[in-house]
Every structure is written in structure tokens, then in C-alpha cells.
């Protein structure tokens, strides 16, 4: 089965800088990638995805890229501000498979 | 509006006993998921369903029960052979089967006293 392994766990950064977050996955055939953020206490929430036909897609401060080769994937977030604080989590899937999700990266943007 | 709706948010359960997660969804969505959640890991499905009165397990079923009689409704039950149950619980929907973009709800957490 798909396995997916997210880095870093935690990551610190000042407000204004960037932030990436990176994952890799196992399986060859997956071709859907989306990534979440989840606030204490609440649901994860779908922030961007990508699909295997499409190298990078962006939308405003959030890009991700995605690496077929390598198999790996990654978040982007610029101009970092404190509400983008919160876990983020990577996920992948192929047709018709279950969604895959990574261990969770922890973000805090200090002031 | 339209969403997922969990309930209830907060469920203390003695050892021993089943209970029952709620979750309602007005998205028209075919598919709807439970998924647990453990602190320091990933999202972990439990049980999916892509059609009404149709359902499979998914990673970590044992311990757990569903139904899903209507569309918009995926009961979860937590049964006492599930040896760790306190956790933090997730339902989710999507428009169509595995593979699609899934939308979650706010989240249950159940705590075994």
C-alpha cells in the first residue's frame, strides 16, 4: 500500500519568511496530492491540491510542486503570518485508492 | 449551510461501553469516511462508504461498527473491543469514491473514563 512520510514534524518561522513543508510517497501509480490544515481542535481543512498532470499550481501566498520522478511533493507558503499557524498535513491517492495521509508538520510563525 | 456536521463534540465513555458518533452531511456527497486521529500521527481510516447501504472497511476497523441506510448519514460505533478508543474522530465526505477531494467535519473526541 501507498506509504507517505512528511518533513519536517515542526518548523518555526518569523512572520514574513518562508515556510516548506515536504513529503515523499511510495507509490508510482498515485496521482491525486492534497494538503491540509487543521487547527487546534477543529477539522482538517483542504487548503490546495494537485493533480499528477500538473507540475506546480499556486494560489496566492500557497503553492505546492510535485516531483512524479522523485516522487515527492511539496507545500510552499511565503510571506508567512501568525493565523498560518496550525498542523498541515500532506495526503496522496491513486484511482479509486484510499487517501494516504503524512504524520503532520507543525507550524508556528513568531512574531 | 452546507457542511458536515459531527456530534457531539465531546463524549466520555466508560469502559465497557458502546457508543455512537454522529455525522450529517447536506452536500449531496456519495462517499462519506471515519477517520481517527492520535496525536503525533496521520489521519487513519476506519470505515468508508461509497453508496448507500454499502461499506468497507478500511485500516483500522476492528473495534468499530457503521451503517449507512441514508445518503447523508454515516453513524460510527465505538464497541468495547476496541482497546484504545480515546482518540480524536473525524467524518468526511467527497463527491464521488476514493480518490477524490474529501471534505471533513469538525471532529468528535471521545474520551474512555
Known amino acids: 500500500g501507498e506509504n507517505v512520510e512528511q518533513h519536517p514534524s515542526t518548523l518555526s518561522v518569523q512572520e514574513g519568511d518562508s515556510a516548506v513543508i515536504k513529503c515523499t510517497y511510495s507509490?508510482?501509480?498515485?496521482?491525486?496530492f492534497p494538503w491540509y490544515k487543521q487547527e487546534l481542535g477543529k477539522g482538517p481543512q483542504l487548503i490546495i491540491d494537485?493533480?499528477?498532470?500538473?507540475g506546480e499550481k499556486k494560489d496566492q501566498r500557497i503553492a505546492v510542486t510535485l516531483n512524479k520522478t522523485a516522487k515527492h511533493f511539496s507545500l510552499h507558503i511565503t510571506e508567512t503570518q501568525p493565523e498560518d499557524s496550525a498542523v498541515y498535513f500532506c495526503?496522496?491517492?491513486?484511482?479509486?485508492?484510499?487517501?494516504?495521509f503524512g504524520t503532520g508538520t507543525r507550524l508556528q510563525v513568531t512574531l | 449551510d452546507g457542511g458536515i456536521t459531527q456530534s457531539p463534540k465531546y463524549l466520555f465513555r466508560k469502559e465497557g461501553q458502546n457508543v455512537t458518533l454522529s455525522c450529517e452531511q447536506n452536500l449531496n456527497h456519495d462517499a462519506m469516511y471515519w477517520y481517527r486521529q492520535d496525536p503525533g500521527q496521520g489521519l487513519r481510516l476506519i470505515y468508508y462508504?461509497?453508496?448507500?447501504?454499502?461499506?468497507q472497511k478500511g485500516d483500522i476497523a476492528e473495534g468499530y461498527s457503521v451503517s449507512r441506510e441514508k445518503k447523508e448519514s454515516f453513524p460510527l460505533t465505538v464497541t468495547s473491543a476496541q482497546k484504545n478508543p480515546t482518540a480524536f474522530y473525524l467524518c468526511a465526505s467527497s463527491i464521488g469514491g476514493l480518490g477524490n477531494t474529501i471534505y471533513f467535519g469538525e471532529g468528535s473526541w471521545l474520551t474512555v473514563v
Open positions: 495526503a496522496a491517492s491513486g484511482t479509486a485508492s484510499k487517501l494516504t
Open positions: 462508504s461509497q453508496i448507500v447501504n454499502d461499506f
Open positions: 507509490d508510482s501509480a498515485s496521482n491525486y
Open positions: 494537485i493533480r499528477s498532470n500538473v
